[in-house]
T-cell receptor, first 112, second 114 residues
Framework: ELKVEQNPLFLSMQEGKNYTIYCNYS?????LYWYRQDPGKSLESLFV?????AVKQEGRLMASLDTKARLSTLHITAAVHDLSATYFC????????????FGKGTKLTVNP | EAGVTQFPSHSVIEKGQTVTLRCDPI?????LYWYRRVMGKEIKFLLH????????ESGMPNNRFLAERTGGTYSTLKVQPAELEDSGVYFC????????????FGSGTRLTVV
């Protein structure tokens, strides 16, 4: 059974600092998704990573995927308060299933 | 384009009562999914519709949960009778091309069973 582990689960950081959120998963998968959720809102798709070595960047966020290590990272550069949210990674349970297995989420708080 | 819409946003019911959650997917999206997050736990898959057919309902916890998608448009998820452990946030998502874009989620229904 596929397990997805995120760490840290809670992250408090100062504006301007850099940090990385890690997402490990237990079985082979080529598709990994990152979502952001603000309190009471929907999960907003941030990145879709579809192959080994994929790297995508949007603003201060950059995500990468290493399928051999079963690891994805979400790197935050020069954090700003607006990035405060909960970030989830999710992995497709098996190829073609369209079923995602989520990590528990990382609650990020960026302090001024 | 309108997003995925869920009703109600919050629901508080007593144990033993019935609750029906509704999800309106993005127009034209054949695929509709239900997930839920119980407090402190991961977001977990419940089921997947392709148009009006249940493609995968392996995540439905028990027979107190009934999902329908008549006509392949909106979907309902009924919990009858509700139990305390059913409390959580129920998310609906839809997609047209999952492999490229993944899902678009709704904002969820927070269900509290007291």
């Amino acid at each position: 059974e596929l397990k997805v582990e995120q760490n840290p689960l809670f992250l408090s950081m100062q504006e301007g600092k850099n940090y990385t959120i890690y997402c490990n998963y237990s079985t082979t998968s080529d598709r990994l998704y990152w979502y952001r959720q603000d309190p009471g809102k929907s999960l907003e798709s941030l990145f879709v990573l579809l192959s080994n070595g994929a790297v995508k960047q949007e603003g201060r966020l950059m995500a990468s995927l290493d399928t051999k290590a079963r690891l994805s990272t979400l790197h935050i550069t020069a954090a700003v308060h607006d990035l405060s949210a909960t970030y989830f990674c999710a992995v497709e349970a098996q190829g073609g299933s369209e079923k995602l297995v989520f990590g528990k989420g990382t609650k990020l708080t960026v302090n001024p | 384009e309108a997003g995925v819409t869920q009703f109600p946003s919050h629901s508080v019911i007593e144990k033993g009562q019935t609750v029906t959650l509704r999800c309106d997917p993005i127009s034209g999206h054949d695929n509709l999914y239900w997930y839920r997050r119980v407090m402190g736990k991961e977001i977990k898959f419940l089921l997947h519709f392709v148009k009006e057919s249940k493609q995968d309902e392996s995540g439905m916890p028990n027979n107190r949960f009934l999902a329908e998608r008549t006509g392949g448009t909106y979907s309902t998820l009924k919990v009858q009778p509700a139990e305390l452990e059913d409390s959580g946030v129920y998310f609906c998502a839809s997609s047209q091309d999952f492999e490229i874009y993944g899902y678009t989620f709704g904002s969820g229904t927070r269900l509290t069973v007291v």
